[in-house]
């Protein structure tokens, strides 16, 4: 199947029609993540902005932060991206017990190629239901969620697909092409199906799909969280992925670089974000970022 790829500004193309600014400074395109923070786009795509690039971000948006995925050579905190790159997957490459799941899924699940309006339509409870087993913020919620899935749509690259039990949509997933490797940008199920194992069949069969029929270079599944989300990650390893090492680095403005830089300050914000932490999201990020931009150079 041939598959209209994307690139750096397609993909800033498409955040920006989602209402997100983007701004551009050399090759680099950067979008707002919230918070007042901004990260580099598409956010898997290793960058080397210099000095003066970030400065221009910071000047052009006024933003307290910058976020983005580093050559393992560059600064920042020693990190990984989450890749599957085995031409010959199949599940013969997944462990007895991972094979059991996938074969127990593909019999219970229908997978095919769903349109983003039928996801749309009939997705929202899988994307409540994740959102909620992970105690992580509905970055999706209200009119958003519309807007998604009209705009990938509309977009080169954007595929859905999902895995449907007894009619029901248990489980989605969205992918996105580049030119020599795919993003699986978001991946959803409901949790009353999930004894049917629908995400162990989707992700192994676009997996498959993208690696053995379209020889795509490789599959991204995210990169490290600023949050502690193990089982999650445990999950995409034990269905064939591996961690492919980078660095990520987190710059703060200046004016707040200065005073974060002091050793008792930064301690007592991390500290007092570590507390906070367990009563949102906000604060378990505000703490990994502390974490990421306390990072020198080679540090691992």
Not at 96 to 125: F, Q, W, Y
């Amino acid at each position: 199947m041939k598959v209209t790829c994307l690139d750096a500004a397609g993909y800033a193309r498409f955040l920006e029609a989602l209402g997100h600014r983007v701004v551009r400074a050399g090759e680099t395109y950067w979008y707002d993540v919230g918070g007042r923070f901004y990260m580099s786009a598409p956010p898997f795509f290793v960058v080397r902005p210099d000095e003066a690039q970030l400065d221009d971000v910071f000047r052009s948006t006024q933003c307290i932060g910058l976020r983005y995925p580093a050559p393992l050579e560059g600064p920042g905190r020693r990190s990984y991206q989450i890749v599957c790159d085995d031409p010959d997957y199949g599940l013969e490459k997944l462990s007895g017990n991972n094979r059991s799941k996938v074969r127990r899924g593909l019999k219970r699940c229908r997978i095919e190629a769903t349109p983003m309006d039928a996801i749309a339509t009939h997705g929202r409870r899988a994307h409540e239901d994740t959102v909620g087993r992970q105690g992580r913020d509905g970055v999706l919620g209200g009119e958003r969620w519309r807007r998604f899935f009209e705009v990938a749509a509309q977009t080169p690259g954007f595929e859905g697909w999902g895995a449907w039990v007894d009619g029901e949509l248990a489980a989605f997933l969205v992918s996105v092409s580049f030119a020599d490797s795919v993003e699986f940008l978001l991946a959803r199920s409901r949790s009353d199906l999930l004894s049917a194992y629908p995400n162990n069949a989707l992700i192994f069969s676009v997996t498959e799909e993208m690696l053995r029929q379209r020889k795509v270079g490789s599959i991204t599944f995210g990169l490290e969280s600023l949050e502690p989300v193990g089982p999650l990650d445990q999950f995409k390893f034990g269905i064939g992925y591996a961690q492919r090492p980078l660095r990520q680095r987190v710059v703060f403005h200046p004016l707040l670089r200065g005073v974060l830089g002091i050793e008792p300050v930064r301690r007592g914000v991390l500290a007092f974000a570590d507390w906070r932490g367990e009563q949102g999201v906000f604060w378990r990020k505000a703490a990994g970022l502390l974490r990421f931009a306390g990072a020198r150079e080679g540090e691992d």
